[in-house]
């Protein structure tokens, strides 16, 4: 299993590094990540979890 570093993840969410970070902890919704020390990382498949989650709540609730 192969870890992603910000970078990789905010190109995968097509969304800038500050975005992952201010959606780490303080805005929702809460991108999934691990903390290893002082380093954060994400798993692939964490993400395309989560995005498939957030499509649902979208088709779900109607909001864009």
Do not use: C
């Not at 919704?29 to 290893?36: A, D, F, S």
């Amino acid at each position: 299993m192969e870890l992603m570093t910000i970078k990789e993840a905010a190109k995968k969410l097509g969304v800038s590094e500050n975005w992952v970070y201010s959606h780490l902890r303080v805005r929702k919704p809460l991108v999934p990540h691990v903390r290893l020390g002082g380093n954060i990382r994400f798993r692939e498949a964490d993400l395309d979890t989560w995005i498939e989650e957030q499509v649902q709540n979208v088709v779900r609730t109607g909001a864009a």
